[in-house]
C-alpha cells in the first residue's frame, strides 16, 4: 500500500531534521584547526571547479549574487549602526 503524501514528507522532514542536527553537533565539536582545514579543503574544491568550467560558464558563476533579504539588510545596518556609536 503507498504511502499518504502527508506522511512522507513528514518522515523526510524528520530524517532532514535529524540529519541536520548531526552535522550541526560534527561541526560544533570540531577545533579551530580543523575548521580551518575544513574551509581550506572548500576553497581548494571550489577553485578545481572553476577550473573545470569554461569561461563563460565560470564567468556567470562568478557574476551569481544572492542578495540577503531586505530585512537582513536593515538588521545589518542597525546593528552597525549601535557598534559605531557604541565605540565612540
Do not use: F, N, Y
Request: glycine letters at 2%; one cysteine or more; charged letters at 35%.
Amino acid at each position: 500500500m503507498a504511502t499518504p503524501i502527508h506522511e512522507w514528507i513528514d518522515r523526510m522532514r524528520a530524517a532532514h531534521e535529524r540529519a541536520d542536527r548531526e552535522e550541526l553537533a560534527r561541526v560544533r565539536a570540531m577545533s579551530q584547526a580543523e575548521r580551518v582545514a575544513a574551509l581550506k579543503a572548500a576553497c581548494i574544491t571550489a577553485r578545481r571547479v572553476l577550473d573545470a568550467m569554461t569561461a563563460e560558464a565560470r564567468a556567470r558563476a562568478l557574476a551569481q549574487r544572492d542578495p540577503l533579504p531586505e530585512s537582513s539588510v536593515r538588521a545589518l545596518k542597525r546593528l552597525r549602526e549601535k557598534a559605531s556609536s557604541a565605540g565612540k
